[in-house]
């Protein structure tokens, strides 16, 4: 791990919200698209949440220069990157060096994930049930239903769901392609990692490595951010090992705040532009304290109960409405609710960003169409 030690950390100050605002949409690429290759881009941000299959592909264009669904799709087909379970036993698009380096650090996160399963299996079993899982998903990819109707097959007196989650907490299992490529109809099939991509998992990576990438990415952030991020537990004595090499802030709550000494840290008043977010997109689930993107009393219109992050738009750096979009054989709609009033120049410029959006989303629909609903009509 590249840390420094020479000077002890020392507190600079406090930062508003405004101002962990800036910082996070600077190291998330959205307060300019960069010109940069989506792999780097995919190892910076440390992953992409990625349940949803396409939703990386929005991501990434609303990060980057001239991004291409080609890109994304040809990294899959190269196996340059995988999806895989990773940060709080969450599907993650990661690149392959990722995979191999990050996913024993993570591994505590899984193993606290399957806790709902463990009493329905056996302990003594496990070992046995991960090394059969493991070469079925190598002798051919499976679905987790699959997996399960196999197991159920050798083992029919055990749980075949719990055993099927067990495997996929003890064994990397990968969703192989065509699955992620956009347009693809394809089921979630699965085989080891370290089948699909020919190599062993390594150690080499630390969980201190893995946090210094984190504040790179989302910073400056607490303990429990970075707790409530990666899913590991405990990271407290992590960050006492690393202060000397960091800054530290505190927040309007007096919070302190860990940060990278030379990460960007804009001015609160730097001007942001309307940016489209994916469904699940690593910004709103990277802290216990969202305040820094998304007020709390639109919390409820974005994380509701079934689980799904929605897709959202950012208007002056935070979550302002969410959006969707709907296509027939000809047309496609971007339909639009705001959470508040926009003035005519958000309005023009949110308009503006959703016809880019349609052209990338909706490249081959000839007819396009934006609907705004809500009170978000103009101020």
């Known amino acids: 791990m590249n840390r420094k030690t020479s000077e002890p950390s020392t507190d600079a100050g406090a930062l508003s919200t405004r101002d962990l605002n800036r910082a996070l949409l600077a190291r998330q690429m959205l307060l300019r698209r960069r010109r940069m290759s989506a792999e780097k881009t995919i190892e910076h941000l440390v992953g992409i949440q990625s349940q949803m299959p396409n939703s990386p592909y929005v991501g990434l264009w609303t990060r980057l ?15 340059k990157v995988v999806r895989l379970a990773m940060m709080r036993s969450t599907i993650h698009l990661v690149t392959a060096e990722d995979c191999l380096s990050l996913r024993r650090i993570v591994q505590p996160a899984l193993e606290g994930a399957f806790k709902s399963y463990a009493r329905l299996v056996d302990e003594a079993h496990h070992e046995e049930i991960a090394i059969t899982g493991r070469a079925m998903v190598e002798e ?32 990397p299992l990968v969703q192989v392609t065509p699955r992620g490529i956009w347009g693809a109809t394809s089921a979630a099939n699965h085989t080891s990692a370290e089948k699909w991509l020919g190599r062993p998992l390594t150690s080499e990576s630390t969980v201190g490595d893995l946090i210094l990438r984190y504040l790179g990415a989302f ?119 705001s959470f508040r009033r926009f003035t005519k120049a958000e309005r023009a410029a949110i308009e503006a960003e959703g016809e880019k959006l349609l052209d990338f989303v909706a490249e081959t629909k000839k007819a396009r169409d934006i609907k705004v609903s809500g009170p978000g009509r103009v101020a």
Request: glycine share 6%; proline share 7%.
């Open 65 to 79: 220069t001239g991004f291409k669904h080609s890109e994304l799709a040809d990294l899959y087909r190269k196996r």
């Open 140 to 171: 051919e990819a499976a679905t987790f239903s699959d997996l399960e109707r196999r197991l159920n097959e050798r083992w029919p007196d055990r749980h075949g769901k719990a055993m099927a989650n067990m495997i996929r907490t003890r064994v």
């Open 219 to 337: 910073g400056p952030a607490t303990v429990i951010d970075a707790q409530s991020w990666s899913g590991l537990p405990r990271l407290g004595p992590v960050f006492e090992e690393l202060r000397p090499g960091l800054v530290t802030f505190r927040d309007d709550k007096g919070r302190e705040l860990f940060d990278l000494p030379n990460a960007p840290r804009p001015s609160a008043d730097t001007t942001a532009p309307i940016r489209f977010l994916p469904e699940f997109d690593n910004v709103l689930l990277a802290y216990k304290d969202r305040r820094r993107i998304i007020a709390g009393e639109y919390k409820a219109k974005v994380y509701p109960t079934n689980g799904v992050i929605q897709p959202t738009i950012l208007v002056d750096g935070f979550v302002e409405g969410k959006w969707k979009i709907a296509a027939t054989d000809r047309k496609a709609t971007l339909s639009i609710e």
